[in-house]
């Protein structure tokens, strides 16, 4: 089956690319402009026209990918068009009267090179990520990723625990023959070293997670501190209701922002307060599990009314910046406990002190992501993998102990198809690769 879709963004521009991937792709360029096939990878000036009448559709540029180098692996083409809607379109009919041909799902022609072993999933992932970069910081790990060194370290690491598996299944098939007994004991050194490595992976503070989907900020406080405001002020636009009546946000209001370069995801949340109205009571509810789940909370007060109740006493202990708003407004001197806490006075009124504001957040920003490590776990599913694979070799470790080799096995092969799952690879002949080629076995 060949597949073909627009590569560029939908809607009209200058340029649009039509990209084809499959066996027929040297069809459709030779029956859409009655030509022999571009040379490779050369720019060539084409007309396009419509299969069964000759029409002239548009005048674009056709460029040659034979397989298997190609993005894909297999025969591709990219059709350089003009980017109306009625020439992609036109172009696209003809396409569609080719035998075997269909437009591609969403991410195919990625999902073809992993199949074709071009990229593995981890690259496939960071393609992905690359694409929908919305920040500087994002593009940066998107290609950090994509540079491979995560997969290296991965694939380095399961290679390790397919040579010990390889050893445990020959003394496990082959009992009586004269294996190397000093391998039995460096099973227990190669094995912790490759748990103590990959723990050190997960201890990350979920740097990579964080950077991907964004830094989770909420503004909390108690009623009217101005927390939609704070909002809207950061937003440099109306993304919440402001209101003098206590009690108007009482749900969580969400935006997107780019501080910067770093990503910020930052909730505003239904004030804090003792209230009988159950829609209300819900709300704040909601606030607090917001708060809880924070990567920063900005708490927001009334520099005349700080009540340092049970609530502001808990949630400003951790990964919390208290903002005392109205600070002009206010008389005498500052409240001692406001001192000993992290904080910024602040006017939203009058716009005083907003950029500090900004400048503390950046700050707790740089700490979050700064990470000297090449290997960033980016994605919950390769949390889950390490995780997973953590628990079966520290399983095997435990078995192998009392020389249980064939239920340490199970736990080793586990372990190292989880490792094989991150980057996209599985393949049990490996396995016998490895013990034909480490051991003399039937001699």
Not at 190 to 196: A, F
Request: with cysteine; glycine share 6%; charged share 30%.
């Amino acid at each position: 089956m060949t597949i073909y879709a627009l590569s560029t963004g939908p809607g009209v521009s200058g340029v649009a690319i039509i990209r084809i991937s499959g066996s027929q792709a040297s069809n459709i360029i030779k029956s859409l402009t009655s030509k022999k096939i571009p040379s490779p990878r050369v720019a060539t000036l084409r007309k396009i026209n419509n299969i069964n009448t000759s029409e002239l559709i548009d005048e674009g540029i056709i460029i040659w990918f034979p397989g298997p180098h190609s993005y894909t692996g297999e025969d591709m083409a990219e059709i350089h068009i003009h980017g109306g809607k009625s020439v992609i379109l036109a172009v696209q009919k003809e396409i569609s009267k080719i035998q075997n041909c269909r437009l591609a799902e969403p991410g195919e022609f990625t999902k073809l090179a992993f199949q074709n072993g071009k990229i593995n999933l981890l690259k496939a992932e960071s393609i992905a990520d690359l694409i929908s970069a919305e920040t500087e910081i994002q593009r940066l790990q998107a290609l950090k990723i994509m540079e491979g060194k995560s997969s290296e370290k991965f694939n380095e690491l399961r290679e390790k625990l397919l040579k010990l598996l390889s050893f445990v299944e020959a003394k496990i098939d082959f009992p009586d023959e004269d294996l190397p007994e000093d391998n039995i004991k460096t099973l227990k050194k190669d094995s912790n070293d490759v748990l103590n490595k990959i723990k050190k992976i997960l201890d990350d503070q979920k740097v990579g997670e964080i950077i991907r989907e964004g830094f989770k900020i909420a503004i909390i406080g108690p009623t009217n501190a101005g927390k939609s405001s704070l909002l809207n002020n950061l937003s440099n636009r109306e993304v919440a209701i402001v209101s003098e009546i206590a009690g108007t946000t009482r749900d969580v209001v969400e935006t997107h922002l780019n501080l910067d370069g770093y990503p910020v995801i930052i909730s505003d949340t239904a004030g804090i307060r003792d209230s009988k109205d159950e829609i209300e009571k819900k709300g704040i509810k909601l606030s607090l599990k917001k708060a809880e789940n924070a990567d920063l909370k900005l708490v927001v007060v009334d520099a005349k009314n700080v009540d340092f109740s049970d609530f502001l006493t808990d949630i400003i202990k951790k990964n919390a910046i208290l903002v005392v708003n109205k600070s002009d407004l206010l008389e005498g001197e500052l409240d001692p406990k406001i001192l000993e806490i992290d904080h910024v006075l602040i006017s939203l009124k009058k716009n005083l002190n907003i950029d500090k504001l900004i400048s503390k957040i950046k700050d707790k920003l740089k700490n979050k992501f700064i990470s000297n490590e090449d290997i960033l776990i980016t994605r919950e599913r390769h949390r889950q993998h390490l995780i997973q694979c953590v628990e079966h070799l520290e399983d095997f470790l435990d078995k192998n102990e009392i020389k249980d080799f064939d239920k340490a096995a199970e736990d080793l092969r586990l372990a190292t198809r989880h490792l094989g799952m991150i980057v996209g690879k599985v393949d049990v002949e490996e396995i016998l690769g490895s013990i034909f080629n480490d051991f003399c076995i039937g001699k």
